[in-house]
C-alpha cells in the first residue's frame, strides 16, 4: 500500500519570496514521484516527475523537487513566486511496474501575496 | 501532445436523471482511464479503472451501479451517473494512461456536476 502526506494544507507567501511545498510518501515496493498543479475549476496538469536517475528534477516555469529516498521525501520548490502561481499543488506517488494508479496527497494551496 | 479531452464541462441535472460525461485522449491510445471525484477544497478520490474492452475495476466504496463506466475504444471512456442525487453533485475528473509510457496519466479539465 501506498500513502503521500502533504502536512501543509495552505501556504501564503509573498511574492518573489521562495517556498517549498513538503510531501512524505510511504510505499512498500520503488514508486514514481509527481507533482501536479491545479488552477481553479481546472484539471490537474503534471508539473514535473521522479522516474529514475537525478534526484532533482525542474519544471519549465522554476520549480523544483528532489527525491530523497532515505527521508521518503519529495519536497517542491521555487526561489521566487510570482502571482500567477497560485493554485492548488498535489504529490502523487505511483508504483513502478507501470500498471498501477496514483495515490495522491491531500493538496497544498499556495496563496502569492502582492 | 498528450491531450485529454472531457465533455461536458458543466451539467446540471434534475435528481433522479441519468448523466454521461465523456473522456477523450485525443492524440494518444488509452488502454487505461481513470475516474476522480473530488470534493470542494479536497484530494482526487480514485472512482474505478476503466480498461479497454474489459469491465472497470471499482475502488471500494463505489457503486458501480450508480456509476457506470464504458471505456469502449482506446481514445473513450464514458462514465454514467445513473439517477442522480444532489449528494452526487462534485467535480468528476478523468485521466488517460499512454498507452506507450505506462507510468504517466494525463488528465482531463473536469466535469462539475450540479444535481438539482
Known amino acids: 500500500a501506498q500513502s503521500v502526506t502533504q502536512l501543509d494544507s495552505q501556504v501564503p507567501v509573498f511574492e518573489e519570496a521562495p517556498v517549498e511545498l513538503r510531501c512524505n510518501y510511504s510505499?512498500?515496493?520503488?514508486?514514481?514521484l509527481f507533482w501536479y498543479v491545479q488552477y481553479p475549476n481546472q484539471g490537474l496538469q503534471l508539473l514535473l516527475k521522479y522516474l529514475s536517475g537525478s534526484t532533482l528534477v525542474e519544471s519549465i516555469n522554476g520549480f523544483e523537487a528532489e527525491f530523497n529516498k532515505s527521508q521518503t521525501s519529495f519536497h517542491l520548490r521555487k526561489p521566487s513566486v510570482h502571482i500567477s502561481d497560485t493554485a492548488e499543488y498535489f504529490c502523487a506517488v505511483g508504483g513502478t511496474f507501470g500498471n498501477e494508479k496514483l495515490t495522491f496527497g491531500t493538496g497544498t494551496r499556495l496563496t502569492i501575496i502582492p | 501532445g498528450a491531450v485529454v479531452s472531457q465533455h461536458p464541462s458543466r451539467v446540471i441535472c434534475k435528481s433522479g436523471t441519468s448523466v454521461k460525461i465523456e473522456c477523450r485522449s485525443l492524440d494518444f491510445q488509452a488502454t487505461t482511464m481513470f475516474w476522480y471525484r473530488q470534493f470542494p477544497k479536497k484530494s482526487l478520490m480514485l472512482m474505478a479503472t476503466?480498461?479497454?474492452?474489459?469491465?472497470?475495476?471499482?475502488e471500494q466504496g463505489v457503486e458501480k451501479d450508480k456509476f457506470l463506466i464504458n471505456h469502449a475504444s482506446l481514445t473513450l471512456s464514458t462514465l454514467t451517473v445513473t439517477s442522480a442525487h444532489p449528494e452526487d453533485s462534485s467535480f468528476y475528473i478523468c485521466?488517460?494512461?499512454?498507452?506507450?509510457?505506462?507510468?504517466?496519466?494525463?488528465f482531463g479539465p473536469g466535469t462539475r456536476l450540479t444535481v438539482t
Open positions: 510505499s512498500s515496493v520503488s514508486v514514481y
Open positions: 485521466s488517460a494512461r499512454d498507452q506507450g509510457r505506462s507510468y504517466e496519466q494525463y
Open positions: 476503466s480498461n479497454e474492452g474489459s469491465k472497470a475495476t471499482y
